[in-house]
């Protein structure tokens, strides 16, 4: 059984940084790609950024230059640095495991960008 377990949410001023972490246990970690999404309220679910089993890498427009996603395969781990964070940067962040079919996610950790 996959299980996604994030951390490293908060509350943080804009313009500050956050690193968000995911351990996966129960596959094995390097041959799945893998990402995070975040959930604003009253928006849908958006991709942030994702990472493939080479290592590339894309994101979404609005994080561009700004967040960068790598993954430590030693570990099971992987990151999302956040540097700059703006106020529209508040959401639940969940990361997930493709598996095509089927895409695993984790629980969410909440991220606050408030002055």
């Known amino acids: 059984q996959v299980q996604l377990v994030e951390s490293g949410g908060g509350l943080v001023q804009p313009g500050g940084s956050l690193r968000l972490s995911c351990a996966a246990s129960?596959?094995?970690?390097?041959?799945?790609?893998m990402g995070w999404s975040r959930q604003a309220p009253g928006k849908e679910r958006e991709l942030v950024a994702r990472?493939?089993?080479?290592?590339?890498?894309n994101y979404a427009d609005s994080v561009k230059g700004r967040f960068t996603i790598s993954r430590d395969n030693a570990k099971n781990t992987m990151y999302l640095q956040m540097n700059s964070l703006k106020l529209e940067d508040t959401a639940v962040y969940y990361c997930?495991?493709?598996?095509?079919?089927?895409?695993?996610w984790g629980q969410g950790t909440q991220v606050t960008v408030s002055s």
């Open positions: 129960g596959s094995i970690f390097s041959i799945y790609a």
């Open positions: 997930y495991q493709d598996r095509v079919p089927r895409v695993y």
């Open positions: 990472i493939t089993s080479g290592g590339s890498t």
